[in-house]
């Protein structure tokens, strides 16, 4: 077959999402790994992949036990990132590959690891791949018993892409990791944690000001904490936000060990959900947040974008800061077309792809990592402006904004910042979004 595999938002909806096409399904099928898809396929994968997010906490190093073929990209990763001091190696052969052996070395390797950092590291993080997957090793307990034997807390990061579609996913696991050396403490009515992001929301969010405004004195995340002591003080936390559907499994955890409750808060960029979401968290909380400058900040940016480009046709990826239905929906709702969607259906987007087909029926949905996409041409499409790095990929030609930094954006400050951005980049500016 020739023809590249897409779908009618108004097909894929009459299906129902329990018969998603198998053409939209990377497990049921092989894997196309476009350039597209490349630097966020796998769960090593570039930005923050289960290895550059297992060192999260303050002062960790991590050791990666696996084949050379799964280290290699780390090296050129940690070095992009800076990281590359924090990396060490223990490299498999056949043997250990095939009998386990490899298993009995790494407290001994964890011991070299903490004699060749300059200060003693606060954790070590062993970060195993697929291999030990299909072994069934239990890296948990061989985590405690290289503990034991060094003294200091040893963490498993499990770069499983064989669970990436599974009940516990690579970047769910490690979130639960990163905070489970976190212990039971008395909890602070003014304090609150922020999970989700391995990077820290924009600093203009809404969400800080609305807090401190409400009381809160006290705002952790991991990745604003400059040491470990900072980092355990998060156990202090009266409640957890959790901003990321992917640290739910970390969230019940800390629930379950240290009485903290959890309250999610979703990245959307339709306002009036934001609105709607502030105020039941608001509810949920005792707390009345006065949101109405941040909604009229963000709606005035949306109009401004819309008066000068309103006859833009978008191609939305998924290697962006944001859920590709969700926000193909609010461009849909603010009066923009979108042609194309790259982004894997499931049951999570599954409402926005119905409400998609009722005002936008003929918008057509991709899978990145379907083989069709070889046959992928821009001749085929109506789009005229992207948003994605691999949507870039796609539509080269085409003006547009990555929108997947590293500094996260949320709520009405994200919405403002999005569409300033894509008003820059379509009106032949250069941005670094």
């Not at 970060?127 to 072994?135: E, F, N, S, Y």
């Not at 669970?163 to 696991?173: K, Q, S, V």
């Not at 109009?303 to 978008?314: A, V």
């Not at 990555?402 to 379509?426: D, H, I, M």
Request: aromatic share 10%; proline share 5%.
């Amino acid at each position: 077959m020739n023809n590249v595999y897409s779908i009618t938002a108004k097909q894929l909806a009459a299906l129902g999402q329990d018969n998603i096409p198998a053409e939209l399904q990377s497990s049921a099928h092989m894997i196309y790994s476009s350039p597209a898809t490349l630097a966020f396929n796998s769960p090593g994968a570039q930005g923050f992949g289960v290895k550059r997010a297992g060192l999260s906490i303050p002062g960790s190093v991590m050791l990666l036990a696996a084949p050379a073929c799964c280290g290699r990209n780390t090296t050129l990763a940690g070095g992009k990132e800076g990281d590359s001091d924090k990396f060490f190696y223990m490299l498999m052969d056949e043997t250990d590959i095939v009998t386990g052996r490899h298993l009995s070395k790494i407290p001994e390797a964890v011991k070299e690891v903490c004699e060749a950092c300059e200060q003693p590291p606060s954790v070590v993080m062993i970060c195993i791949t697929c291999v030990d997957a299909l072994l069934g090793t239990d890296m948990e307990r061989v985590c405690r018993k290289a503990s034991a034997f060094v003294g200091i807390p040893v963490l498993p990061c499990y770069m499983y892409a064989l669970t990436r579609e599974g009940r516990l996913p690579p970047m769910a696991a490690v979130r639960k990791s990163i905070y489970s050396l976190l212990e039971p403490t008395p909890k602070k009515p003014t304090s609150v944690n922020l999970l989700g992001y391995f990077s820290p929301i924009d600093d203009e969010c809404e969400l800080y000001t609305m807090l401190k405004k409400a009381g809160v004195t006290q705002i952790r995340e991991i990745s604003r904490c400059e040491n470990f002591n900072e980092y355990m003080k998060m156990s202090e936390a009266n409640f957890n936000l959790i901003l990321n559907q992917e640290a739910r499994y970390a969230a019940q955890d800390m629930a379950d060990r240290l009485e903290i409750p959890g309250i999610e808060l979703n990245r959307m960029y339709q306002i009036d959900k934001i609105q709607t979401q502030y105020k039941l968290f608001g509810e949920a909380a005792g707390i009345k947040f006065d949101d109405q400058k941040y909604y009229d900040e963000a709606l005035s940016a949306i109009e401004e974008c819309y008066k000068k480009h309103s006859n833009r046709i978008f191609a939305v990826g998924e290697w962006v800061n944001a859920d590709p239905f969700e926000l193909s929906l609010a461009l849909i709702r603010y009066g923009f077309s979108v042609s194309d969607i790259y982004g894997t259906a499931g049951e999570i987007n599954f409402a926005y792809i119905k409400k998609i087909s009722d005002i936008s029926p003929e918008t057509r949905i991709y899978s990145n990592l379907s083989p069709t996409m070889l046959y992928h041409s821009a001749e085929n499409s109506d789009a005229d402006a992207f948003i994605g790095q691999d949507a870039a990929y796609y539509h080269s030609e085409c003006p547009g904004i990555y929108w997947n930094e590293e500094r996260q954006p949320f709520g009405y400050s994200g919405v403002k910042r999005l569409f300033t951005s894509l008003n820059t980049a379509l009106s032949g500016g250069i941005i670094n979004e």
